[in-house]
């Protein structure tokens, strides 16, 4: 061979082996694994656990780790010390309100281009007020959001027909509520199980026609003591465990929980969002359902947005497997096996207008509660700080629920603790 033709032959080969080395290289990226982190107790892993499954068969070139915690208090303190140390999962599922933290110091791998580029999914799929809770600058969407729950009235129907006391139906008032409430507490059973937190209180705020903050996007203080509307909804929530006791008293409450009470039997009315299903579909000795929340007198229908959402962790080396994951789930097949779980009220359009998730055979019978909600939700704000906000508020409003502390000094006590936490630098 001439030197010639080697120097031909090796430059060839060269070009090879770096063409070569470049599509293995891609390929390992694309076999890379990922994490996915995620709350939920055993009935809500057991549906991701379903969607993992479905992904992994369809996509064996990407194993997922699930590393579920039970609540989203250990969600936040693992995602908290995971990015301090620099090892970040690379899927998360947050709530809205939680979110902003995390965004607000860039820890988040906006979806928005992914989204926008993607041959499988498009925005228009979803849910616009779910997705507009997930624009953490108003604009781009930071994460994407899996479901669009909103807060109802869970009930046992066999305690209302023996009380007497006709269901709950759409356009109920405050007062139809506290009245069933009433009737149904006696013989060791309460009317009424809810926790006492901005997220219970917040419907009946602005039922009432009130507002929770000065402003919703930049909020500076919580008006929960000084604007009228906002206040009488305040004493009327108060009121059910204070005045009325619908709701069971503390003791009773550390005791055995609203939602084990009304698992048991003996609790009337359990107010809580699409979460619960999983759970409560374990019931049969009673037939319940679910209803939308009572209407303040003169007000307006009013919700909380619940939703969750899939967001990526920023910095990591290569995202492709982790968008891969999320596009699965956020495409029919996906969001079908988590509504058939009953975990969630689908964010997708067309799966939650579907017997994936209005089966009438699977309780709740009333499914359809959550979509004509859709409407009347509304959102927290989405500031870096709000989740400490949150917390701070939800501690000394449960002081007051109990009775713990008397109610105007808690009030005032709440509000001057928590103001300073809205000018609060993110990770202060």
């Avoid at 479905?54 to 990407?62: H, I, K, Q, S």
């Avoid at 409430?181 to 199980?193: F, I, P, S």
């Avoid at 929530?237 to 006791?245: A, K, P, T, V």
């Amino acid at each position: 061979m001439t030197p010639t033709r080697w120097r031909t032959c090796a430059a060839l080969l060269t070009v090879l082996l770096v063409a070569a080395g470049c599509t293995a290289g891609e390929r390992a990226a694309e076999r890379r694994g990922i994490t996915v982190v995620l709350f939920g107790d055993a009935e809500e892993v057991a549906g991701y656990h379903t969607l993992v499954d479905g992904f992994t068969a369809a996509n064996p070139d990407v194993p997922v780790t699930l590393s579920p915690v039970a609540t989203q208090d250990e969600l936040m303190a693992r995602l908290t010390t995971s990015f301090a140390g620099g090892r970040p999962p690379d899927v998360f599922l947050l709530n809205y309100r939680r979110y902003g933290q995390f965004a607000a110091q860039g820890a988040i791998e906006p979806a928005q281009s992914y989204l926008d580029g993607s041959d499988t999914i498009r925005e228009s799929d979803f849910s616009s007020r779910a997705l507009d809770a997930f624009r953490f600058d108003g604009e781009e969407l930071t994460c994407l959001p899996q479901n669009l729950s909103s807060l109802v009235v869970y009930y046992n129907a066999d305690l209302f027909a023996a009380a007497g006391v006709p269901t709950p139906r759409p356009g109920w008032t405050w007062d139809d509520f506290l009245a069933a409430g009433k009737a149904l507490t006696r013989d060791g059973r309460y009317g009424v199980g809810v926790e006492a937190s901005v997220a219970r209180l917040a419907p009946f705020v602005w039922s009432n026609r009130g507002e929770l903050v000065d402003h919703p996007d930049r909020p500076t203080r919580l008006t929960l003591r000084d604007d009228p509307a906002a206040r009488t909804a305040v004493d009327w929530f108060l009121d059910l465990r204070l005045r009325h006791g619908v709701v069971p008293p503390d003791a009773e409450e550390q005791s055995e929980s609203s939602e084990a009470r009304f698992l048991r039997g003996t609790l009337g009315m359990y107010l809580n969002s699409r979460v619960a299903v999983p759970t409560l579909r374990t019931i049969d000795g009673f037939t319940w359902d679910a209803a939308p929340l009572p209407v303040a007198p003169g007000g307006v229908p009013a919700s909380i947005l619940h939703s969750d959402a899939y967001c990526m962790s920023a910095g990591l080396p290569d995202h492709r497997p982790a968008w891969r994951f999320i596009e699965y789930a956020m495409g029919a097949t996906g969001q079908r096996v988590l509504a058939e779980s009953g975990r969630t009220v689908p964010s997708r359009l067309d799966v939650a207008d579907s017997p994936a998730f209005l089966d009438p055979a699977r309780a709740p019978r009333s499914s359809q509660v959550f979509l004509d909600a859709e409407p009347h939700l509304r959102a927290t704000p989405r500031t870096g700080t709000w989740s400490r906000v949150e917390k701070e508020t939800n501690t000394l409003l449960e002081e007051v629920f109990y009775g713990r502390v008397e109610r105007e000094e808690g009030l005032r006590r709440l509000e001057e603790t928590v103001r300073p936490l809205f000018d609060l630098p993110v990770g202060k």
